[in-house]
């Protein structure tokens, strides 16, 4: 089953506008992590939010964690033409694989 | 090594072949994962290891997949008389611990069946 699920599916904005990409995820997790990816081949982890945090920022990077609701949210502010990618969610936890969701395609417009 | 490598970076293969994809890991990371990507979608889990043991297979396609990991660090995915179907970008990823820590992935082998 799928573990992670963004929302939305595909975001277009302007640059300098910011961005705001949604997950929810289904069981019990030790952590939440966000991925990018470019062109369709490997990705690059952005952050690791743990179950006991609430909050964590990284440069433009904001991310949130709501375990009561089984979210998270990543914030990219003043958004660049080069953070153009897809974006994933995946959740990670005790004798668990690292689950991914489907993805959301952000486009920024220089 | 210094990232995850994977080799061939790319595969044509005529269909009923069979393939074999290699994964090389980080140095020192115990969890090893596959994951198959076909264009424009998500993530589709296949395997993971933790060592050289295989917790999760549940995400193999069909028993033709399969998959192993020796010395508790290459991995081979081999397809066993391939389908077009199978077409897509086969990604490995390494972590220190699994699911508890950032995983890094290697660039991944796009496989064709023709």
């Known amino acids: 089953s799928q573990q992670g699920e963004e929302d939305p599916q595909a975001l277009s904005i302007q640059e300098g506008e910011n961005a705001t990409m949604n997950c929810s995820y289904k069981?019990?997790?030790?952590?939440l992590q966000w991925y990018r990816q470019n062109s369709g081949r490997g990705l690059v982890h952005l952050i690791l939010?743990?179950?006991?945090?609430r909050e964590k920022h990284s440069g433009r990077l904001r991310v949130t964690l709501d375990t009561s609701k089984k979210s998270s949210s990543l914030l990219i502010t003043a958004s660049r033409a080069a953070d153009t990618a897809s974006y994933f969610c995946?959740?990670?936890?005790?004798?668990?694989?690292?689950?991914f969701g489907k993805g959301i395609t952000l486009s920024v417009r220089p | 090594g210094a990232g995850v490598s994977q080799s061939p970076s790319n595969k044509v293969t005529e269909k009923g072949k069979d393939v074999e994809l290699r994964c090389d890991p980080i140095s020192g990371h115990t969890a090893l994962y596959w994951y198959r990507q076909s264009l424009g979608q998500g993530l589709e889990f296949l395997i993971y290891?933790?060592?050289?043991?295989?917790?999760?297979k549940s995400g193999l396609p069909s028993d033709r997949f399969s998959a192993e990991r020796t010395g508790g660090s290459v991995s081979t995915l081999t397809i066993q008389r391939t389908q077009q179907e199978d077409s897509a970008v086969y990604l490995c990823a390494s972590s220190r611990l699994q699911g508890y820590t950032e995983a890094f992935f290697g660039q991944g082998t796009r496989l064709t069946v023709v």
């Open positions: 995946a959740s990670g936890g005790a004798n668990s694989k690292l689950t």
């Open positions: 939010i743990r179950s006991n945090e």
């Open positions: 069981t019990s997790i030790n952590n």
């Open positions: 290891f933790q060592g050289n043991s295989a917790p999760d």
